[in-house]
């Protein structure tokens, strides 16, 4: 039981860590795209 437990734990926090990385990663995205824009209008 304490095994079905810990394994639960673990697959929940591994599920946080990537589903995190996916926002940060398109959250960059999104500021890079508004940056090129801004760079284009100047230029």
Do not use: H, P, Y
Not at 8 to 17: M, Q, T
Not at 32 to 41: L, M, Y
Request: net charge negative; with cysteine.
């Amino acid at each position: 039981m304490k095994r079905l437990i810990a394994f639960s734990l673990f697959a929940l926090f591994s599920a946080g860590i990537l589903a995190g990385c996916n926002t940060v990663d398109g959250a960059g995205k999104d500021i890079e795209s508004g940056g090129e824009a801004v760079q284009d209008a100047a230029s």
